[in-house]
């Protein structure tokens, strides 16, 4: 128990990473959430922002292309997209 000074940076600079790194996805969710209500449709909408900043730190700037391919992919497990049933027969 030495070394609580180091526990506790090593665990605030962690947070700060992965805190970093999850931003991205919320920026996209964000941004597609907003793409829905577009008149012209979603797909037009995120056409249109591709190269725009759409997230500042204050000091650099990010495009929405840039935050889609840096964001954490989700599988089909986490999105509700996949339910697996498996049905075992005894003759």
């Known amino acids: 128990m030495q070394n ?10 962690l947070a ?5 790194q999850l931003s991205f996805t919320l920026v996209t969710k964000n941004v597609e959430k907003k793409a829905l209500s577009y008149p012209k449709g979603e797909q037009a909408y995120l056409d249109s922002v591709r190269n725009l900043p759409v997230y500042n730190l204050g000091f650099i700037k990010f495009d929405y292309q ?13 999105r509700g997209g996949m339910n697996v049933m498996l049905e075992i027969y005894v003759e």
């Open 4 to 13: 609580k000074g180091a526990i506790k940076f090593l665990a605030i600079i």
């Open 16 to 20: 700060i990473a992965c805190a970093y």
């Open 66 to 78: 840039y935050c889609k391919e840096h964001e954490i992919n989700l599988g089909l497990d986490l």
